[in-house]
């Protein structure tokens, strides 16, 4: 049990990643950044972010939330994160700068993304961190390829997320939603969460390359994902979970409920729990609460992998220190 602690083969489609120009220096950067693009084999071209840590660090890769991307979701940590590690991020099938692919979204594909982009970079071993909808990608990593896993750091997620009745009919009716948006002769259905979206980023203040980002949705994927959380359930495995694992809990969260954050810390063996002021969206706060949160979780997995003699060249331990 957790211990609570404040502490076939896929056809391709054209990659999003010429829709728009890709931002060498991001907000939250170190800059000592670099972007490519890599062909995800069977499935599609994806942007990477690679932001570079200290000689020997370890390499953390960042996976984003639902209807989000990787920019909006981890950008206040990027710089925080690099002091002390490698730091990858990209965005998943269908958002933003993701994986095109006419396959429908699967939890399980962007696990196997997440290790053909190691691949591709040459990362032999990570700590995952995924934030809500990351949270699952980053457990079906750990299941799917072992090897590839040091650690996990679990943000504002949960073991399951259907829930009550009227949550399950709402992912329900996001896969409906997803059949509509990819009728040819619906396809304005599909353009309608954009515009919500794109007007909700307004009032919160994003700027506009954040804001194009979102509006290379592809809707249909994106309302397949929703769907696909709604069926995601690991109470059945995540108690086998042998990486050391930190939880990442919001507080304020009425998305990811807060009693459902920390079963799955109590599931998951030896999980530590780290506490965020603030609702769903804390992962955009300004006020750096989360980042430094979740710099402190990673350290403590990268510190318990060292003790624990998991990683193949978990180095950079005076990074971790300081």
Not at 33 to 45: I, K, L, N, Q
Not at 58 to 67: D, E
Not at 100 to 122: K, Q
Not at 280 to 305: I, L, P, Y
Request: charged content about 20%.
């Amino acid at each position: 049990m957790g211990t609570r602690s404040q502490a076939g083969s896929p056809r391709s489609v054209p990659s999003a990643a010429a829709t728009f120009p890709v931002r060498r220096s991001l907000p939250g950067g170190t800059g000592r950044s670099s972007t490519r693009t890599v062909e995800v084999p069977g499935r599609g071209r994806v942007v990477v972010q690679r932001f570079s840590g200290p000689p020997g660090a370890p390499t953390v890769v960042l996976l984003h939330g639902w209807t989000a991307t990787a920019d909006l979701n981890w950008r206040e940590a990027y710089r925080p994160l690099s002091r002390h590690f490698h730091v990858v991020a990209f965005d998943h099938h269908g958002h933003g700068r993701g994986v095109r692919s006419r396959e429908p979204f699967r939890l399980e594909h962007c696990a196997d993304d997440v290790a053909a982009i190691a691949d591709a970079l040459g990362v032999r071993r990570l700590i995952v961190a995924g934030y809500s909808m990351g949270g699952p990608i980053a457990s079906l990593v750990w299941r799917r390829h072992p090897e590839l896993v040091d650690g996990l750091v679990l943000c504002a997620t949960s073991c399951h997320f259907g829930g009550s009745p009227t949550r399950r009919a709402l992912f329900t009716l996001l896969g409906g939603g997803a059949s509509l948006s990819a009728n040819r002769h619906l396809r304005a259905f599909g353009r309608l969460p954009a515009t919500a979206w794109s007007k909700r980023l307004e009032r919160r203040g994003c700027d506009a390359g954040l804001i194009e980002q979102g509006l290379a949705h592809d809707w249909t994927r994106v309302l397949e994902a929703g769907a696909a959380i709604g069926r995601f359930d690991s109470r059945a495995w995540a108690g086998t979970i042998d990486v050391p694992t930190a939880v990442v809990t919001t507080l304020g969260d009425q998305v990811v409920p807060t009693d459902h954050q920390l079963e799955l810390a109590d599931l998951v063996p030896d999980a530590i729990v780290h506490r965020v002021p603030g609702g769903h969206t804390a992962c955009v706060d300004a006020t750096g609460h989360f980042s430094s949160e979740v710099v402190d979780a990673c350290r403590a997995v990268a510190r318990r992998v060292v003790t624990r003699g998991v990683g193949h060249g978990v180095r950079g331990i005076d990074s971790l220190a300081s």
